[in-house]
């Protein structure tokens, strides 16, 4: 049988590949011209003259005055037109009132982007702003792609472009800067020629009219200078493509960021006790991690960790072995080390019974190792071989304090040896000024870090485990649990009930309509009753059975425990009429009758549990974020916890878990009572699923959250809704999309579903490449690619976790037969293209189910999505011998041709005329 695959546009490059293509003009332009250039010494337009001219670049610099002849010996054109060559790049630093006509003039001349250094646009006021607004129409319009204004503008060291107002052009090196604030990289630029530190790009942002984080990331992700990326961050405009481009770069470079005071929006005043724990601090963390973006907190400690992370591996995780000459110093890293999450590691019996053959008889077991003042290089060296090997160890830190009976330079020569430890990072401290000085050199030119302090040499050690927990994120396989795909949320039921609350103008819902709404999404709630009148309430309670807790049902009063509107643990018919009355009195004395609706009475739970909750609250730059943490009466005082961007995985909810304290409780460290952890994941999958499903839903506030070995109960919630004018925020990340999701038939009839891939197909998409042989691997691929290489777990890992804005993987799932399982047996993939609007398409099918239809089915989905998407055209190479992929794709509509350079038939459909 002859196979019948696709391969893409772009072989070699399996996932989504950013385009650079609306980029070029400006970070790698043939012509340049400077608008806005000046002789007056001391001035922006003078320093940008010189700069361009004295740094050369591949292409000519021309300057554009319509009042000068020359500018500094140099011939002026009075205008773009009057050029007497193409020009790629135009940077502008005219008046802010002229920069939208200069703009205009760059268009109408064809030019492809501006680095606009002009300040007085936003920064001023309303004023500036109009201006900016106008510049960015213009630039949207005709894809002109613009960095700033109000920047300091952009320089590349290896090309040298020197488009800013630098004094001098930074030395080339492995790190890209990017930065919002002209001063921050002013600063950074000096303090980089005191310390000798290169650039691949050196990159001042402004006010981001066009070009904003999401460009940049992935500009300097596809580098191959650039090894690492360090940031300084005040605001966010595309929260999506901020995340979407770190999450793919940080896959393969690390990227380092520190924040400045975010600008922008705040967020808005909470309507819940849940909303009132949010700070955009926490919001930005949140969304580091899930793109795994090393955040750091001082300016220093930027080129620091690019530089350590060049040098050392990241630790596997926080478990820290300390070695020193000196208790003083040990303790003060030990304090360091757990004040920021770190541990300790617990040396193995095996590892402390070699240190005592090699150590003193008076040493004492344990981390720290104390190797006591006397320590020469010999015992530095036995030591580190000996600790080194400790299966429980992440990390290393030595520590030397200078005294006479050392020799800082040889003990620095014996470490060395050990620079180049297996995803162990090996990190020094060496005390001291003159006397340490050759030995910090001398470990530092062999790629050991070297820090003045043990306190600052474990803070770095903290980054390093923090970033690669960060990454595991990434790669980690969520599982699916049994029962979530027999279960599906009762949507109608929850937008019936939200729809009904708005046309009523309320932004609040009752407890009855919570209840319902948390239920149809399969969240556990209390049998919950209303009663109206005292007599109803104590026939309720019997009904229910005692103890009970009753509370006050009122639209207007949210926060019932403030006015005594709480009574639990009501044992008898009495208990419940006291309470009855005492809130009805409560609601009359605080309130008005016409706020008492009733009481609510639900069961008083007899058992053990934690109080957590859960909540969700919006964020101006990212949308809905969820909370998670200790619950309960004093939550806002105990401040433990945790937030995180919906959509939620298994792996993602129990990663937002762990970075709470109580989460070692919950997991039974310690000698405390567990819970269902796994059930507690599912919780707060589902709820995430409510909040991207529900979109007119601004918070929820769930506390208390009871959690105990055997259940989940939630004892109380409220939602707000938005107010039906409001417009409803952007999530930042992309949800499942379930439209896509459509049933089909085989031509043999047996039933399969067509879906976007998921994050836990990893397993099944493993078991899918199995089935290839190795003609569908080359014809897919264009290349022969081992087995072992497709089912590489990170590899996987990429095309199971995607990006459905970026791209869309669909894959064809059938019933094993005779088994409970599924199989995969087909994939089709859709990569978006940047700045062109086109995307490529490829197909891969199992061996035993080609020639049965699939293949044409599946690119006829392909091409439907691609309309939905707004995807003006689809593109795709096919080798001349895929004789089946030819035909299918002509029956699907694509016109072919042969392109005998490249040896492949060029495919494509034109969508958007096809509709």
């Known amino acids: 049988m002859k196979s019948f695959n696709l391969s893409a546009v772009s072989p070699p490059h399996e996932y989504h590949r950013y385009d650079r293509k609306s980029l070029l003009p400006v970070f790698q332009p043939e012509n340049i011209a400077l608008i806005g250039g000046s002789e007056k010494p001391g001035s922006i337009g003078r320093v940008l003259v010189e700069n361009l001219l004295n740094n050369p670049v591949r292409g000519k610099v021309f300057l554009v005055n319509p009042n000068r002849d020359e500018l500094l010996g140099v011939k002026a054109y009075p205008s773009l037109g009057d050029l007497p060559e193409k020009v790629d790049l135009a940077v502008i630093a005219t008046p802010a009132q002229s920069v939208p006509a200069v703009v205009d003039e760059c268009i109408a001349a064809g030019l492809g982007g501006a680095v606009i250094i002009s300040s007085g646009f936003r920064e001023i006021g309303e004023q500036g702003a109009a201006l900016e607004r106008q510049i960015q129409q213009q630039a949207r319009r005709a894809n002109f792609r613009i960095v700033g204004p109000n920047c300091f503008g952009v320089m590349l060291p290896y090309s040298g472009l020197n488009a800013s107002i630098a004094g001098a052009m930074p030395k080339p090196g492995k790190v890209g800067f990017v930065s919002q604030s002209g001063a921050i990289a002013s600063a950074v630029l000096d303090w980089s020629f005191r310390e000798q530190v290169g650039f691949s790009a050196f990159i001042s942002m402004g006010n981001m009219v066009d070009i904003d984080w999401g460009d940049l990331i992935s500009f300097l992700g596809d580098d191959h200078h650039t090894h690492s990326i360090v940031m300084y961050l005040e605001s966010i405009n595309d929260a999506r493509s901020f995340i979407s481009a770190a999450r793919e770069t940080a896959l393969s470079k690390p990227i380092i960021v520190l924040k400045g005071g975010l600008q922008g929006q705040e967020i808005p005043a909470a309507l819940t006790h849940s909303g009132e724990l949010f700070s955009d601090q926490k919001v930005l963390n949140a969304a580091f991690r899930r793109c795994g973006i090393l955040p750091v907190r001082r300016l220093v400690d930027l080129f620091a960790m690019a530089e350590v992370l060049a040098k050392q591996p990241p630790a596997r995780s926080g478990n820290l072995t300390i070695i020193s ?17 770190g541990d300790l590691a617990t040396l193995a019996p095996e590892t402390e019974s070699k240190l005592k053959q090699v150590l003193p008889p008076e040493w004492t077991p344990g981390n720290p190792v104390n190797l006591l003042r006397d320590a020469d290089s010999d015992r530095y060296e036995e030591t580190l071989k000996i600790v080194t090997e400790d299966p429980n160890s992440d990390g290393f830190l030595v520590i030397l304090a200078p005294h006479p009976m050392n020799n800082p330079t040889a003990t620095a020569e014996r470490v060395s040896k050990f620079a180049r430890l297996k995803n162990k990072p090996l990190l020094a401290s060496w005390m001291g000024a003159s006397e340490t000085a050759a030995g910090k050199a001398y470990l530092n030119q062999h790629n050991i870090p070297t820090f003045p302090f043990p306190d600052t040499a474990v803070q770095v050690f903290n980054y390093l485990w923090k970033y690669s927990y960060n990454l595991r994120g990434l790669f980690e396989t969520p599982h699916l649990p049994p029962d979530s795909l027999e279960f599906t949320p009762d949507r109608e039921r929850v937008a019936e009930l939200i729809d009904t609350a708005r046309r009523e103008q309320r932004t609040h819902l009752s407890t009855l309509e919570i209840k319902q709404i948390l239920a149809a999404y399969g969240l556990p709630v209390l049998n919950t009753e209303v009663a109206v009148e005292e007599e109803q309430a104590v026939q309720m309670a019997g009904q229910i059975g005692y103890p009970v807790v009753l509370k006050l049902f009122s639209d207007t009063i ?7 509107g709480v009574h639990l643990n009501l044992a008898s018919e009495t208990g419940v009429r006291q309470a009855f009355r005492a809130i009805r009195e409560a609601v009359h004395r605080n309130a008005s009758d016409k706020d008492f609706r ?5 069961p008083m739970l007899q058992r053990y549990g934690y109080e957590l909750m859960a909540g969700v609250c919006p964020d101006p730059q990212f949308g809905p974020v969820l909370l998670f943490g200790a619950g309960g009466p004093l939550a806002k005082i105990h401040q433990d916890q945790a937030f995180a961007l919906p959509p939620l995985n298994s792996t993602l909810a129990r990663r937002m878990m762990e970075q709470t304290r109580i989460y070692k409780a919950l997991s039974g460290e310690k000698g405390y009572k567990s819970v269902n ?36 109960s939630i004892l109380d919630a409220r939602i707000a809704l938005y107010p039906p004018e409001h417009s409803l925020p952007r999530l930042a990340i992309r949800p499942y999309p379930a439209q896509y999701i459509q049933e089909w038939k085989l031509r043999d009839g047996a039933p399969v579903t067509i879906r976007p891939i998921r994050p836990e197909d990893e397993p099944l998409m493993a078991k899918f490449h199995q089935t290839l042989s190795d003609e569908s691997v080359y014809l897919r691929y264009f290349h022969p690619v081992a087995l072992k290489q497709r089912v590489a777990h990170e590899r996987l890992a990429r095309i199971c976790f995607i990006d459905y804005d970026h791209e869309m993987v669909l894959v064809v799932e059938k019933d094993v037969p005779g088994s409970e399982e599924k199989e995969i047996i087909a994939v089709g993939r859709l990569n978006k293209l940047r700045g062109i609007n086109d995307a490529e398409y490829a197909i891969l099918i199992s061996d035993g189910y080609q020639r049965s239809g699939i293949g044409t089915k599946l690119l006829s989905r392909l091409v439907e999505i691609g309309r939905e998407e707004g995807i003006d055209r689809i593109v795709a190479d096919i080798l001349p011998e895929n004789k089946g992929m030819i035909k299918a794709s002509e029956k ?6 042969m392109d005998y350079d490249e040896q492949v038939v060029k495919a494509v459909i034109e969508l958007q005329k096809t509709k």
């Not at 699907?892 to 041709?897: E, L, S």
């Open 677 to 712: 952890i796994e059930q507690l994941e599912q919780f707060m999958v589902r709820f995430s699923q409510l909040v991207v499903e529900q979109r007119w839903i601004r918070e929820v506030d769930i506390n208390p959250l009871l959690a105990s070995a055997e259940e989940l």
């Open 558 to 564: 949210l926060h019932k425990s403030a006015i005594g």
């Open 325 to 341: 000459n000196s208790t003083g110093p040990a303790i003060r890293a030990m304090d360091a080390l757990l004040a920021d999450g």
């Open 892 to 897: 699907v509509g694509f016109t072919h041709r």
């Open 598 to 602: 009733g009481v609510i009475i639900q």
